[in-house]
């Protein structure tokens, strides 16, 4: 089967117009909050842009009491030279070089990067042991997991991405071999696929219940394509998939994302960038679903930075996400925006 490696991070994204996002300014809501934001990412690319430490801080020192953060693979900052394979574990050295500055104080409050996933090829099979290996040396006691993209579909030019990935790639029996390399290195795993695949999830699951795993970005309900118009039924086959991921104790789920192209919602396109209710309107379906589903202890917001930024400020987004969580305990929202993500990438933040 191709190797994943192949797959280059080519996707487009949301354009982030920082002239537009200052046309919206709005009151924190609970400053107080403590909040771990499990999912970001740092860019330097061509394609992708520039996102890095100084832009990321900007973003959480805008009143949101961002304690730590857990930094996310984007294929990135590999290594120039040496075997193919082991090239990846430049980004955990890149990430983890992050980490230590903030870890440092010189920064601010926020633990940048306080937990680091990133990316290994299942597809080598048992072999890939070797790399997983590597990435925790070079993770300074930070490395928590990978996280190995399946998303694919046949629609998927509609919403710019232009990487595919062989259909059923976590059912294929050499990326089994690597993944069950995880559990035993203490390792967890970072699932993102489109709602369509979810059944493979599902499947992996319960095939390997030692593992952890979160499944990213609500698990990718579709608006574009032949999805499109058909939020309703896409929604009723998405949220039958949640509930029955639910049901396995090993899977968590990261409630965020909604701000990519590939959901299709149109706020981008607005005058002015949308409001914290606007966005909490559009989006508490599918948050609300998945907690009545996963319960707070299995579920964490998280912000998708910079990928979400291209329709949505910092400020509004985690302002949203308390509108939302409004109606919970104050133990609820500890799990939802903190606790949760604290616990299941084991970071330590004091």
Known sequence: MPSATSATATSVHLAVRPEWLERRHEEIIEPGLPIVDPHHHLIDRPENGRYLLPDLLADTGGGHNITATVYLEWLSMYRAQGPAEMRPVGEIEF???????????????????????????LALGAAVERVLEAQIAAGGGRFRGIRFISATHPDQAAWGSLVLRPAGLLMDGRVREGFARLAPLGLSFDAWMYHTQLGELLDLARAFPATLIVLDHVGGPIGLGRSAGKRDEVFTEWSSRIHELARCPNVHIKLGGLGMRMFGFDVHEGELPPSSEELAGLWRPYIETCIAAFGPERAMFESNFPVDKGSCGYTMLWNAFKRIAAGCSAAEKQALFAGTATRF??????
């Open 95 to 121: 990430a983890n070089g992050v980490a230590a500055m903030t870890a440092s104080g010189g920064y601010g409050k926020t633990r940048v990067c306080a937990g680091i996933v990133g990316f290994a090829d």
């Open 345 to 350: 990438y084991r970071l330590r933040i004091d």
